[in-house]
């Protein structure tokens, strides 16, 4: 990938996901823990977005928040999503040492502390940050079971489903170690507004539940089989390591 200097093709410098190289994260001492605080009580619904299933939480006030880390204002959280491949060989947007995992978590959450709404917040470098984990095939997992459970309800797009109570802390794995850089919406309009902090650590799921997300369906009644982006360039990006 050249430099880029065309005027007429855009320059995106700061496209996700990426291919992340352990080797080559610099660990920097500055980072602090993940503050992590998600209140079970602002959960609301889940719905069939169309391309993957959203579970949205009532993001009117700072109840769930992300702050800490590489972070330098509080983030609230507004809806957490998947991304899946055909197969359990792949599926994951973010790869690690050029491995890729079957599946990946994303939870979005966006700056309170400067902007005034979500979609303000997607057009700062700043706006959002999206908490990444990677899903690895092996036990059964029951906090995503009870996530599962309620995917017939939500088969076609833009159906939708109350989801109240659902505590999303435990979702996340033990370790909250974490790479961190910047980068983008891995849909459109790719708005270059994230800080992604990707934990170290992947969270379990069987192959009998991942086959639960690929009998979603799209506006065309057709299965969504896989919605993941493909590797984009890094460019002049460097990752940054929580731990050495
Ligand atoms: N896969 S991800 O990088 O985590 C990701 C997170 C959120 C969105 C989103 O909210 N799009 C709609 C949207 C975008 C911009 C402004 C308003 C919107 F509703 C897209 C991708
Ligand atoms: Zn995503």
Not at 19 to 26: G, L, M, S, Y
Not at 60 to 76: F, I, M, N
Not at 184 to 193: A, F, G, K, Q, R
Request: hydrophobic share 30%.
């Amino acid at each position: 990938m050249g430099v880029c200097t065309s005027s007429t093709a855009q320059c995106l410098p700061r496209q996700s996901p990426i291919d992340i190289q352990t080797r080559r994260a610099k660990y920097d001492s500055s980072l602090k823990p993940l503050f992590i605080q998600y209140d079970p009580n602002t959960s609301k619904r889940i719905i069939n977005v169309g391309h993957c299933f959203n579970v949205e939480f009532d993001d009117s006030s700072d109840r769930s928040v992300l702050s800490e880390g590489p972070l330098t204002s509080h983030y609230r959280l507004r809806q957490f999503h998947f991304h899946w491949g055909t197969s359990d060989r792949d599926g994951s947007e973010h790869v690690i040492d050029g491995q890729t995992y079957p599946a990946e978590l994303h939870i979005v959450h966006w700056n309170s502390q400067r902007y005034s709404s979500f979609e303000e917040a997607t057009k700062h470098s700043d706006g959002l940050a999206v908490i990444g984990v990677l899903l690895k095939i092996g036990e059964p997992n029951p906090v995503l079971q009870n996530i599962i459970d309620n995917l017939d309800k939500v088969k076609t797009k833009n159906k939708e489903s109350p989801f109240e109570k659902f505590n999303l802390s435990n979702l996340l794995p033990k370790e909250r170690t974490y790479w961190t850089y910047l980068g983008s919406l891995t849909t459109s309009p790719y708005s270059e507004c994230v800080t992604w902090v990707l934990l170290q650590e992947a969270i379990t799921i069987s192959s009998e539940q991942l086959q639960h997300f690929r009998g979603l369906q799209n506006e065309d009644e057709e299965f969504i089989l896989e919605n993941h982006r493909p590797l984009q360039p890094i460019e002049k990006r460097l990752v940054k390591s929580s731990c050495k």
